[in-house]
């Protein structure tokens, strides 16, 4: 059976992401981790989102990357596509967003998408073109520190404009708010003058339920998770999806991890919160650089401890921290470093019984899903908004067991997502 659509997505917390909404949504998802390079079992999906690492890997890259899951997806047969992106825009003035939605609309031979990066449930919205997340301009809010994308301007609009030679324009909220026939007449009058983006204001789910049905027939739909919502309903319209029923947890019990190499103020205040209660490492960038056996040392003391209890290995620092290190030894060094030690963790905490993994942040959980070797992921049902207990899918033929795994970008969760994770979970 062919899927229905077909999803790309610049890290692996957003493709869980994209793929949790539209488990919500009713439709059967799976994700894989890249383009699968042979077989791959995708059981009775309805949808396939393709996890890459294209955030902040070089232009051509990302772009070779997306095209060639493009041309995957196509083999599979959908209706539809979506390209994800986080809903802050994460994104430097090179691309990935822009020449990413540019390739992904020349092979679709397609002349317009939305760029709909709002997630409302989470807190970011978008007004007047201008992301504000949680109420506050994006500019202004924690995103200016990241480590690998600061966004210092919150205008999508001229965020795009230097990632893409196309026209951009704006859909303001009035429009929006009158629905998807008010939106689908401003669609037509961009593309009359050869407008190629539509930026779209976005309030609530609502408005994303509208912004749906206004691209039930685009090729192509780009944003953040939130602008996936509305995209099932077309295809339950048109009869081709039933209804809703909700998603099974993972059935794997074992001991549990949390690996988090996110700097977000969130994982970082979930971490402290953790802290109390679980025993806890933290990787030191230093000994990392100087060549020390720090994985050893980890998973060594990770042996150590009760089995009944999580442990918590973490990278995570605060911005002036992460500046020092940054300084030291480079934004892509140091960031590189402390992914690869916490893949070479976690795969070494698998070998010793664990079972269930929360990784927090959108690189470590590439780096991690990565080292475990994991080909593809079932989605199963959602830990606090926009992230989903999965199942691994296939890392049984490559001699692992099914992990549970839960991918949390950064910034999201509420204070006690790791202990909620597994809760839910035990
Ligand atoms: P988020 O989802 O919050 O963006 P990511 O995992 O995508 O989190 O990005 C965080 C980056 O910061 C990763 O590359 C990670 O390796 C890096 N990092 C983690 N700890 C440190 C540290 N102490 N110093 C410098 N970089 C770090």
């Known amino acids: 059976m062919a899927i229905l659509l077909g999803a790309i997505a610049d890290d692996s917390t957003g493709a869980t992401d994209v793929a949790n909404t539209l488990v919500k949504e009713g439709m059967r998802a799976v994700q894989t981790i890249g383009v699968p390079d042979g077989d ?96 506050e301009l994006l500019e202004n809010s924690s995103m200016k520190d990241h480590p690998l994308t600061p966004m210092r301007d919150s205008r999508v609009v001229e965020l795009m404009r230097v990632q893409t030679n196309r026209e951009i324009g704006l859909i303001k909220q009035a429009t929006v708010s009158e629905g998807p026939a008010a939106i689908a007449t401003a669609v037509d009058a961009l593309r009359r003058d050869g407008v190629a983006y539509g930026v779209i204001d976005t309030a609530g789910n609502e408005d994303l339920r509208a912004i749906g049905a206004a691209a039930a027939d685009h090729a192509l739909v780009t944003g953040g998770s939130g602008a996936a919502m509305g995209l099932p309903a077309n295809f339950r319209t048109a009869g081709l999806l039933g209804d809703l029923t909700p998603a099974t947890l993972p059935q794997v019990s074992g001991r549990a991890a949390v690996l988090a190499g996110s700097c977000s103020r969130a994982t970082r205040q979930q971490i402290a919160m953790a802290q109390k209660d679980w025993p806890h490492r933290k990787i030191d960038v230093h000994r990392i650089a100087a060549g020390d056996p720090v994985v050893a040392d980890i998973l060594d003391w990770a042996a150590a401890q009760d089995t009944s209890t999580p442990v918590l290995i973490y990278g995570s620092a605060d911005p002036d921290e992460v500046a020092v ?65 999965t199942e691994t899918l296939g890392t049984e033929t490559l001699g692992g067991p099914p992990i549970a795994l839960a991918l949390k970008s950064g910034n999201f969760g509420g204070e006690d997502f790791f202990a909620k994770a597994l809760r839910m979970h035990p």
């Open 40 to 135: 791959i079992d995708l059981g009775d999906a309805e949808a396939v989102v393709v996890a890459l690492k294209s955030r902040t890997a070089p232009v051509d890259e990302a772009v070779d990357a997306s095209r060639a899951a493009l041309a995957w997806l196509r083999g599979l047969g959908p209706r539809q596509f979506f390209f994800k992106y986080c809903s802050t825009f994460d994104s430097t003035p090179a691309g990935n967003i822009g020449p990413v939605a540019d390739a992904l609309l020349a092979d679709l031979d397609a002349d317009f998408t939305f760029l709909c990066p709002a997630f409302p449930d989470n807190g970011r919205v978008v007004r007047d073109g201008l992301i504000y997340v949680n109420g």
């Open 325 to 389: 290190i940054q300084a030291q030894y480079g934004v892509t060094e140091a960031g590189e470093m402390v992914e690869g030690v916490i893949g070479e963790v976690a795969a070494g905490l698998v070998a010793q019984g664990v079972r269930r993994v929360v990784v927090a942040g959108g690189e470590t959980a590439g780096a991690v899903v990565s080292a475990l070797s994991v080909k593809a992921l079932r989605i199963g049902p959602e830990i606090d908004t926009g992230v989903p207990w």
